[in-house]
C-alpha cells in the first residue's frame, strides 16, 4: 500500500517552500548532484551513448542539467551544453556550472538539430508563462528531447499548454510529481515520467501543507465483507428513473449492483412495468416517492441518469428536504445549469466538461482551480469527468486520477461511475473518499474491458476491480 504522503501532489510553489525548509537541512548542491545524476541515470537507462545537448537555464533546473551532463560525460557519452543565460552568482547552479568542463556551444536550433538527444534544463515545474520565441524555436529543432522536471512550455501546477511544443520522450522530475504531470492537455507532452528520490526528507515532505494527491489505494480504503456482512451493511443505493432514458438508469443500477451494493432499486412510479423487464435482481418500485422516503435504510440516492429537466425538478427538492445523500448526475446537472446553486445540499455532482461549462462557465487552463472553487461554493465534492478526472472537495482537498482508459469514453459510461459512487458511500464511505474510490474503481474496470467496450460490459469487471482496490489499499 502507498502511503497517503506518497501520493502527494505539491505544486511548483510547494515545491519551493519545500526547497527553502531542506535548505537548512540538507545542502541545496547536494539535492541538485543527486538529482542530476538521476538525470543521468535515466538517460542511460533509456538510450544508447549518443550526442547530447543539455539546455541548461539561469536557476537550479539548469543547474541539474550542469550535473547530468558531467555525469553523462564520465560514463563516455559526447554531450555540450547550451545556456540559456548564466546561472545566478554565487547560487549552487552557478558552482554546478563551474564544474563542467566540457564544451559549451550556442543556445541555437542548429546545435539542437545536430544532437541526438537533447535535455531540457531550462524552466522546470514552476514556469507559468510562455516561454521565449528563441526557446520555442530550440526545442522545435530537437530530434529527441528528454525533460528535467517538466517539459520547457507545460505548467507544473496546471498542465496547460503555454506554447506549441515538441513532445517529450521522457520527463525525470524529482520527490514527487506534480499536478502538472498529470493533467491534459500537458501529460501527453511528457512521455514516460519518473519520479526519482534525490534524499528529500520525508519529515518534511510531512510538514508542507499540500491538499493534492495522486487517486490510488492508500489514499482511501474500500469497505470489505466480513463473515457477518449483509446486503444492508454492503449498502442500499436508489436511483430515480425516468420515461424519456431508461437505459442511463439501468446502466447505472448496473454500475452500482456489479460494484458491491446489497441492494439496488429503481424509483420508476408510472414506468415500472417497463422496468421490470430487466435483471431480476433489481428491485423495481412503483410507489410515490414520498412513501419511499420513509424507509430510513435507503440513504444513498442517485438522481439524474435518464431524468428529464422537469423530472429532476420534482424530485430532488423531495430527495434533499428528505436529508438524503444525493449524487447528482447527468439529468440533475442540466436542470441546475446556470444556476448551480440549486443543487447546494447534495453530496456529490460529476460533470463532464461540458455539463461543468453550463453549470459554472469555462474553467479555463486552471481546471483543478475550477474545480475547488465549484466544490467550495456549493459545499459539495464534485468529480470533474476527463482522462484525468478530479475529484475536489469542499475544504480544498483535491485528486487527480491517471488510473484509467479510453475505452471509457463512450455512451453510459458516467451513469455507471454514478453507480458505482453511490455504493461507495451506502457502504459507509465519505463523499470524498466514496467518490474517489469510485473513480478509480471505475477506471480499472475500463482498463480491464480491453479495446472498444459498450457500457453494458462495464459491470463485468467492477467486482474484480473493487477486489484490486481492497488489496492495492492493504
Known amino acids: 500500500m502507498m502511503h497517503q504522503r506518497q501520493l502527494l501532489l505539491p505544486s511548483p510553489s510547494e515545491c519551493g517552500e519545500l526547497d527553502k ?3 537548512s537541512i540538507v545542502p541545496v548542491s547536494r539535492l541538485m548532484e543527486n538529482a542530476g545524476r538521476a538525470v543521468a541515470r535515466a538517460v542511460r537507462q533509456h538510450a544508447a551513448p549518443c550526442r547530447v545537448l543539455v539546455l541548461c537555464g539561469p536557476g537550479n533546473n539548469g543547474g541539474d542539467g550542469y550535473v547530468a551532463a558531467r555525469h553523462l560525460m564520465q560514463a563516455g557519452w559526447s554531450v555540450t551544453v547550451a545556456a540559456l543565460a548564466p546561472p545566478r552568482a554565487g547560487g549552487p547552479a552557478a558552482e554546478a556550472a563551474e564544474k563542467w568542463t566540457g564544451p559549451v556551444v550556442p543556445f541555437s536550433a542548429s546545435e539542437a538539430g545536430r544532437a541526438d538527444i537533447v535535455i531540457d534544463a531550462v524552466f522546470g515545474a514552476g514556469q507559468n508563462r510562455p516561454p521565449s520565441a528563441q526557446i520555442v524555436t530550440v526545442l ?7 525533460a528535467v522536471d517538466m517539459l520547457t512550455g507545460v505548467d507544473g501546477a496546471t498542465g496547460a499548454l503555454l506554447c506549441d511544443l515538441p513532445a517529450a520522450e521522457m520527463t525525470v522530475t524529482f520527490v514527487r510529481l506534480k499536478p502538472g504531470h498529470l493533467l491534459y492537455p500537458g501529460r501527453q507532452y511528457l512521455g514516460e ?3 526519482a528520490d534525490i534524499g528529500m526528507p520525508e519529515a518534511l515532505i510531512a510538514e508542507i501543507s499540500c491538499l493534492t494527491w495522486r ?17 444492508y451493511t454492503r449498502g442500499v443505493v436508489s436511483l430515480c428513473a425516468g420515461a424519456s432514458m431508461p437505459g442511463a438508469a439501468r446502466l447505472s443500477a448496473a454500475g452500482a449492483r456489479a460494484s458491491g451494493a446489497g441492494l439496488v432499486r429503481i424509483s420508476a412510479g408510472a414506468q415500472a412495468a417497463a422496468f421490470r423487464l430487466g435483471p431480476p435482481g433489481l428491485i423495481v418500485d412503483a410507489e410515490p416517492l414520498s412513501e419511499l422516503l420513509e424507509d430510513e435504510r435507503r440513504k444513498v440516492w442517485i438522481c439524474g441518469p435518464g431524468l428529464t429537466t422537469d423530472e429532476v425538478g420534482e424530485v430532488l427538492p423531495m430527495l434533499l428536504d428528505a436529508a438524503r445523500t444525493v449524487v447528482a448526475d447527468a439529468g440533475a446537472l442540466g436542470w441546475a445549469a446556470g444556476k448551480p ?3 447546494k445540499g447534495v453530496a456529490a455532482i460529476t460533470p463532464h466538461l461540458g455539463e461543468f461549462t453550463r453549470l459554472f462557465g469555462k474553467p479555463g487552463s486552471d481546471r483543478l482551480g475550477a ?18 478526472t478530479i475529484v475536489a472537495a469542499p475544504d480544498g482537498r483535491a485528486a487527480i486520477n491517471a488510473h484509467a482508459s479510453p475505452a471509457l469514453a463512450t455512451a453510459g459510461s458516467g451513469d455507471t461511475l454514478s453507480g458505482v459512487i453511490g455504493t461507495m458511500l451506502a457502504a ?4 470524498w473518499d466514496g467518490c474517489c474510490a469510485g473513480v478509480w474503481i471505475h ?14 460490459n462495464f459491470d463485468q469487471h467492477l467486482g474484480a476491480a473493487r477486489d484490486a482496490a481492497i488489496q492495492l489499499g492493504k
Open 140 to 146: 522545435a529543432a530537437a530530434r529527441r528531447i528528454i
Open 21 to 23: 525548509r531542506a535548505a
Open 193 to 195: 515520467v519518473i519520479c
Open 428 to 431: 459507509g464511505m465519505t463523499t
Open 215 to 231: 487517486n490510488e489505494p492508500g489514499l482511501w480504503r474500500v469497505p470489505e465483507m466480513t463473515a457477518e456482512s449483509h446486503k
Open 443 to 456: 477506471g480499472e474496470a475500463g482498463l480491464r474491458s480491453g479495446a472498444w467496450p459498450i457500457a453494458e
Open 371 to 388: 474545480a475547488r472553487e465549484a466544490a467550495h461554493l456549493l459545499g459539495t465534492v464534485v468529480v470533474l469527468k476527463g482522462p484525468d
Open 341 to 343: 446553486e440549486k443543487l
